[in-house]
Nanobody
Framework: QVQLVESGGGLVEPGRSLRLSCSYS????????IGWFRRTPGKERDGVAC????????YYADSVKGRFTISRDSVKGTMYLEMNNLKPEDTAVYFC????????????????????WGPGTQVIVSS
């Protein structure tokens, strides 16, 4: 199976920036896309951003457009989420997820359309 591990979370003041990293490895079959999701207690995971590994296109949730940027280092096998101008409502556990190559969108919005998940990293935005 594909193994994913997130890192880079922590406590940050509003207006500051953080860069999350998702290391992926352990699978020889091609992946269609890697996305970032976030979850607060008692709620389902919501899609934040996704990047296609086939055409390199990127997608963002309306709540983070203009503030977050998803990028990839194919040599290191790492997907990054650069988070700028963080707000208290960005507080959540952030997960990266990989979608196995198959028919359909490379970056679906539904978490059930992804096949592999990391354990998550906590981000707390507070003064």
């Amino acid at each position: 199976q594909v193994q994913l591990v997130e890192s880079g979370g922590g406590l940050v003041e509003p207006g500051r920036s953080l860069r999350l990293s998702c290391s992926y490895s352990g699978h020889t079959l091609p992946l269609a896309g890697i996305g970032w999701f976030r979850r607060t207690p008692g709620k389902e995971r919501d899609g934040v951003a996704c990047r296609s590994l086939k055409d390199d296109s990127s997608y963002y949730a309306d709540s983070v457009k203009g503030r977050f940027t998803i990028s990839r280092d194919s040599v290191k096998g790492t997907m990054y989420l650069e988070m700028n101008n963080l707000k208290p409502e960005d507080t959540a556990v952030y997960f990266c997820a990989a979608r196995q190559h198959r028919y359909g969108s490379d970056c679906p919005k539904n978490e059930l359309d992804y096949d592999y998940w990391g354990p998550g990293t906590q981000v707390i935005v507070s003064s």
